[in-house]
């Protein structure tokens, strides 16, 4: 008689920081058994970005069919639960309270521990869930809706940032352009089309930051930029009369729009390179799903020699896979208490949650 398995240990990962409502159940091999996840997208689209209070409501509601989905298409049983690891920080407050209170109940009525993922660092634990294997040290880009991030990873639980945006995140101005632009929210995606069609060098827009010795962004300059070629300068005198809005003006500022962006983006991933001596470069969040940036990255990658890791797509918007960072945090025994609470601003340093 064949002896019966011993019961798996397996993590349960929670994600709802800002409009996706995502669970994934992952074992100890990182292999994701399965993945879920409900984009708010629709509910949004009419208002050009996250509405917080409807992206709350909207996870409240989905929430646990969203983990029972997850349980269900691992063929995981509530029993072989190990842990529960739940985004925790950054994002918006009312939709990480949402995970946060479903991770802490599950935590609390199975008995197991409670891990607090930094959402930013998960973005980049995408890439090692990509790779199979283990990626750090590397340095690491996170370009998300509310991030852009640059990062020596020392470990997969030392994150340290070494710089951001000052204003608005590479996400957010590809959004906004989209508004000026007349087209939905997500405006990334849609960006991305109809530059396919335009010439990138028809507006020279502006580089910032991008010859200066820094590890910082600011597209809100750039995102100006884009609103006075829509609707001219205000103020101006003589002010030109501006060409109409054609299709291919439109296609034209969206694809020099998109080539100011990315420039910036694989200039300051070499300015990080360079900073750090990493021989690895991890690549995360939204706006990595665009062609050209991973094409643009692809090139740096050649030209100086690295290992370049960018996530699949799926895992570059968010999802609840990349929280399998809580794996390592488990392993680590580096659990956090079930009075915790949700940390809306970005740390620095994992939180001290014990
Ligand atoms: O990581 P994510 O799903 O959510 C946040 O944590 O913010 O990123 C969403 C952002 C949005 O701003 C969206 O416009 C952008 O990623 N995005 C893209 C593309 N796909 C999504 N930006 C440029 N090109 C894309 N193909
Ligand atoms: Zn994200």
Not at 102 to 126: C, F, G, R, W
Not at 176 to 203: D, H
Not at 313 to 329: I, K, P, Q, V
Request: proline residues 6%.
């Amino acid at each position: 008689m064949s002896e019966p398995l011993p019961p798996r240990r397996l993590l349960l990962a929670i994600e709802s920081s800002c409009d996706e409502t995502a669970a994934a159940v992952i074992d100890s091999n990182r292999r994701v058994l399965s993945n879920v996840v409900a984009t708010q997208h629709e509910l949004h689209e009419r208002f050009g970005g996250v509405v917080p209070e409807i992206a709350s409501r909207a996870h409240l509601e989905r929430i646990l069919p969203v983990i029972d989905e997850a349980l269900k298409k691992s063929g995981a049983s509530l029993s072989e639960i190990g842990a529960v690891a739940v985004a925790t920080h950054p994002g918006l407050v009312g939709s990480l309270l949402v995970g946060l209170t479903a991770a802490k109940t599950l935590a609390l009525v199975l008995d197991v521990p409670l891990l607090a993922v930094n959402h930013i660092e998960a973005h980049l634990y995408a890439c090692r869930m990509a790779a199979g294997r283990d990626v750090f040290p590397a340095a690491g880009l996170v370009v998300s809706g509310g991030h852009s991030n640059l990062y020596d990873c020392r470990s997969p639980v030392e994150f340290d940032l070494l710089g951001s945006t000052t204003d608005d995140a590479a996400g957010e101005a590809f959004d906004k352009v989209a508004q000026i632009l007349g087209l939905e929210y997500p405006g990334g995606p849609l960006i991305e089309k109809i530059a396919a069609t335009g010439n990138p060098r028809a507006f020279s827009f502006p580089r910032t930051y991008l010859k200066a010795e820094r590890l910082d962004f600011s597209f809100s300059g750039l995102k100006t930029a884009v609103l006075y070629a829509v609707r001219g300068t205000p103020g101006a005198r003589n002010r030109p009369v501006l060409p109409p809005m054609t299709p291919q003006r439109t296609a034209d500022i969206a694809a020099s729009f998109q080539a100011a962006v990315i420039e910036v983006l694989v200039g300051k991933c070499d300015q990080l390179l360079s900073r750090t001596g990493r021989k690895t470069l991890l690549v995360g969040g939204g706006v990595a799903a665009n062609t050209l940036l991973r094409e643009r990255l692809k090139q740096l990658a050649s030209l100086r020699r690295i290992e370049l890791i960018i996530a699949p797509r799926e895992y570059c918007t968010d999802n609840a896979a990349m929280g399998a960072l809580g794996w390592e945090l488990w392993e680590r025994e580096m659990f956090s208490p079930l009075d915790m609470d949700v940390l809306p601003g970005l740390v620095r340093k994992r939180a001290a949650t014990g």
